[in-house]
């Protein structure tokens, strides 16, 4: 069974870092994407950054310059590097996969999504 966990959330002043990580479980995997995305209580879920297998990132323009993503594919564990947050950064942060190679069907593609890390961020 695959699954995504966050971990890394926390409360930080404004003006500093924070880097979240998402682990994905499950062998044999092939992940094509990983994103994060976050919430805050009463607004839509929004794309915050991407990479694909091929390394190749995007990121929201809210975040460009300030947020960097990884991923170590040795241990399907990606991270999201934030740094000079803001207030307005304060939301839950979720990640997401695209993933294939799960029996029976290894060429199918399946999305995932954790259960989301809380990132706080103080004036």
């Known amino acids: 069974q695959v699954q995504l966990v966050e971990s890394g959330g926390g409360l930080v002043q404004a003006g500093g870092s924070l880097r979240l990580s998402c682990a994905v479980s499950g062998s044999g995997l092939s992940i094509d994407t990983m994103d994060w995305y976050r919430e805050v209580p009463g607004k839509q879920r929004e794309f915050v950054a991407q990479i694909t297998s091929g390394g190749v990132t995007k990121f929201a323009d809210s975040v460009k310059g300030r947020f960097t993503i990884s991923v170590d594919t040795a241990v399907n564990t990606a991270h999201l590097q934030m740094s000079s947050l803001k207030p307005e950064d304060t939301a839950k942060y979720f990640c997401?996969?695209?993933?294939?190679?799960?029996?029976?069907?290894?060429?199918?593609?399946?999305?995932?999504w954790g259960q989301g890390t809380q990132v706080t961020v103080s004036s």
């Open positions: 997401h996969a695209v993933v294939g190679g799960i029996q029976p069907f290894p060429r199918l593609r399946y999305s995932y």
